[in-house]
């Protein structure tokens, strides 16, 4: 049943509600004098008809607070009505047909019914049926739900359902049409009131109607053989306990028994989880294995640079034997040479391990000592040469020393 907040409604064929397929719901714009204009949900669907039968439309108000009117139109024709009070919710009503007064007809008081039918559309070969407004609207049954106010008693002129006439070329539209039934006499009279409209529409329920063969080749209604097909196969589907795998216990801290899956998806997704946790087990591994590597290579680095530590510290600057160079030699004066007195030999190597080079036919030997640096090194107070570090160690460069000696 098509339902809408707080309404529903259908259509009900020998006291049961039609089938309705393919329902839908969207807004049309309304525009009404009294009310001013806005948005209106349109409730839809498709419903089987045939040619014969008698039909009303069914709808309920659950909790709506208000006075409503249900309004129907048959294929575009204004037909009939009813009214539900506040006071009643929630209430249900049916209109099954167009009320007749008897006293319009035959002057008594009784009144009578005329109930909806489906029946067979007229068709013509007349083409200005072909621009017609009305086949716009045909095969539709349409129920809106509007707010009144103003309710009171008071006469109306009974509605008629014309017949319709469309085009020949128009009749894959819909094969039938509504038409009033023969009028049945009511125990009771008809009472009718009128009421003035306060609002937009609170809701519209349009009923398509087809023949059944026509819903169908539409593809709206399944045919008889799609439900063959589709009972079959689901005959030939595999029964679920086929899938099913046997309970096994798993390893470990006591014993997990494994719960039968429910079905295949199941089931490939715990091979799923399987395959996804094994791979993380392996890089797992691979990831420990880097850094087991690495600890191992960062302790043969530490002890390798604790090495070369205790080499550099074996070899420092301040471990180094230190040769104490004598004073430099000054000239020897000639005033010494003039007392007659003898002087010996001196001859003060700067560098303990080079000896002086001393010619032999002359009477005075020079001592030259060269080096590679041009830069004068330090001198502390005593004369003595200070050492320098590292490298500049091995080259130190001794000043050139001149020493007269004089023979007795």
């Known amino acids: 049943m098509p339902q809408w907040n707080d309404f529903a409604a259908c259509i009900r064929v020998d006291g049961r509600p039609l089938p309705e397929h393919r329902t839908l719901t969207q807004t049309v714009e309304q525009r009404s004098n009294s009310a001013g204009t806005g948005k209106v949900p349109v409730v839809s669907c498709w419903v089987a008809s045939e040619v014969g039968k008698k039909f009303s439309v069914m709808w309920r108000n659950a909790a709506y607070p208000h006075t409503t009117g249900g309004f129907v139109k048959m294929d575009g024709q204004k037909c009939a009505g009813m009214f539900l009070l506040r006071e009643r919710l929630p209430q249900t009503v049916e ?23 489906f029946a067979p559309l007229v068709l013509s070969d007349d083409d200005a049926l072909l621009d017609s407004p009305s086949n716009e609207e045909l095969g539709t049954i349409e129920l809106a739900i509007v707010p009144v106010h103003n309710f009171a008693e008071g006469a109306i002129t009974t509605p008629r359902l014309d017949s319709l006439e469309v085009h020949e070329r128009t009749k894959n539209v819909g094969a039938q049409q509504v038409q009033l039934g023969q009028r049945t006499t009511l125990a009771r009279p008809i009472t009718t009131f009128i009421a003035e409209r306060s609002g937009l529409d609170v809701v519209r329920f349009v009923f398509r109607y087809r023949p059944l063969a026509v819903l169908r080749a539409k593809g709206i209604v399944a045919s008889p053989d799609d439900d063959k097909e589709e009972g079959s196969s689901s005959s030939r589907r595999p029964s679920r306990s086929a ?10 801290l006591g014993v997990r028994v494994k719960t039968p899956p429910d079905d295949e998806d199941e089931v490939e997704a715990q091979k799923r989880d399987a395959e996804i946790l094994a791979r993380l087990k392996e890089e797992e591994d691979v990831v420990r294995a880097r850094m087991a590597l ?5 302790k043969a680095k530490g002890k390798k640079r604790e090495r070369e530590c205790v080499k550099e510290e074996d070899v420092g600057v301040d471990d180094m034997d230190v040769v104490e160079i004598p004073t430099p030699a000054t000239w020897v004066g000639r005033d010494e040479k003039r007392k007659g007195g003898s002087v010996k030999q001196k001859v003060l190597a700067l560098d303990p391990l080079r000896k002086p080079k001393v010619r032999p036919e002359s009477k005075k030997a020079r001592l030259k000592v060269e080096g590679n640096d041009t830069k004068p090194k330090p001198k502390r107070e005593d004369g003595m040469a200070v050492k320098s570090e590292g490298r500049a160690a091995k080259r130190t460069v001794h000043k050139r020393e001149i020493i007269d000696l004089t023979l007795d």
């Open 243 to 252: 899938t099913l795998v046997e309970p096994q216990p798993l390893l470990g």
């Open 294 to 298: 690495r600890v191992g290579n960062g």
């Open 95 to 117: 209109l099954s047909g167009v009320a007749e007064s008897e006293s319009e007809e035959r002057g008594g008081d009784a009144g009578g019914l005329r109930p909806f039918v």
